[in-house]
């Protein structure tokens, strides 16, 4: 029987969740003869193809929540978890009458989907998280923005960093598929040197550093909060450090790009703003009125791309409650 993963895709967590999740299911639960990967991504319309949840089971990590009776397993940290009311209802429901309290989990409180993933198979399953404590250390560092410096975090001297870029950013589809199992069974260093990323890395590096310098050419700064807009330019993912590495005295950016797929309104605060954390906004309530979510201290908004006017006004709408707060 095969089970069927679905994640986060163009995101280090989202692969570290598929990764941890796949090694934790096959030494704990052993019902899977086989995995198979599906990324899935945030865009304007229905997230989910009934049709592409297999026969066997289904997992869905680092994504929101699904109620589709053929997903079995499901964990999430992001604040906007569920996409309606009526969805949320379902999951506390299957908690309440116990059916799906060993499958499904949900905490907003946990940094990473990888660490909640770890603790919950650990602590109700038995698994054996130290062979893999690099992986959750990092996917933390990555997910909750944790780097020492804007700079450590744009010039990515990490492994975990390039191979993060990798992820994000890399136009072959087929990459976090083919890394997946590979994080669970090699430090990430031996995980950057394998041949399918290496050549990657250099033409991948050269984008980064023509991004950083669009961004520079297009970013401004108003009361604390960086704005640009780069929708001129379709990319398929860009260092959301760089404003920061910009303008280090920001405590907001709102960022407009587009890509293949969407156009996005990407919302964050600076991680390494002098402002205490009573004092900064919720990012993931604002989105959620455009339709978009994700955490307190970061979010987005996801428009079909041929709607770049609409996210326009939404991205002028939030910089300038943003410079306001």
């Known amino acids: 029987m095969d089970c069927k993963i679905f994640y986060h895709d163009k995101c280090f967590d989202g692969a570290c969740s598929a990764s941890l999740f796949t090694k934790f299911h096959r030494e704990c639960i052993g019902t899977a003869s086989t995995y198979s990967y599906h990324g899935l991504v945030h865009r304007a319309g229905a997230l989910f193809d009934e049709n592409a949840f297999g026969d066997g089971e289904n997992a869905i990590v680092d994504f929101k929540y699904s109620a589709s009776p053929k997903v079995t397993w499901w964990f999430d940290h992001h604040q906007s978890a569920f996409l309606t009311p009526e969805d949320q209802r379902d999951f506390e429901a299957g908690q309440e009458d116990g059916s799906q309290r060993m499958r499904k989990f949900f905490d907003p409180n946990y940094i990473s989907c990888t660490s909640l993933i770890a603790d919950i198979a650990q602590l109700n399953f038995g698994f054996n998280t130290a062979p893999v404590l690099e992986l959750i250390e990092w ?127 990407s919302v964050g605060t600076n991680p390494w703003t002098s402002l205490d954390a009573s004092e900064l ?29 609409d996210a326009r006004k939404a991205a002028e709408e939030i910089a300038s409650e943003l410079r306001t707060s």
């Open 139 to 265: 996917a933390n560092i990555v997910d909750g923005a944790r780097y020492e410096s804007a700079k450590a975090a744009v010039e990515m001297e990490a492994p975990a960093m390039k191979l993060t870029m990798a992820i994000e950013s890399s136009p072959d589809g087929t990459l976090v598929q083919k890394l997946i199992p590979l994080l669970t069974e090699m430090s990430l260093q031996q995980v950057l040197d394998q041949p399918l990323v290496q050549e990657q890395l250099g033409p991948l590096m050269d984008r980064h550093w023509a991004a950083l310098e669009l961004i520079r050419s297009r970013a401004g700064l108003e009361k604390g909060v960086i704005t640009f807009d780069i929708t001129d330019q379709p990319t398929e993912g860009y260092n959301k450090f760089i404003p920061y590495y910009l303008y280090p005295a920001a405590t907001y950016n709102v960022g407009l790009s587009k890509s293949s797929f969407r156009t996005k309104v």
């Open 281 to 309: 906004v919720n990012l993931a309530a604002i989105c959620e009125r455009y339709g978009g979510g994700g955490h307190a201290r970061v979010g987005a908004i996801s428009f079909p791309p041929d709607r770049e006017q």
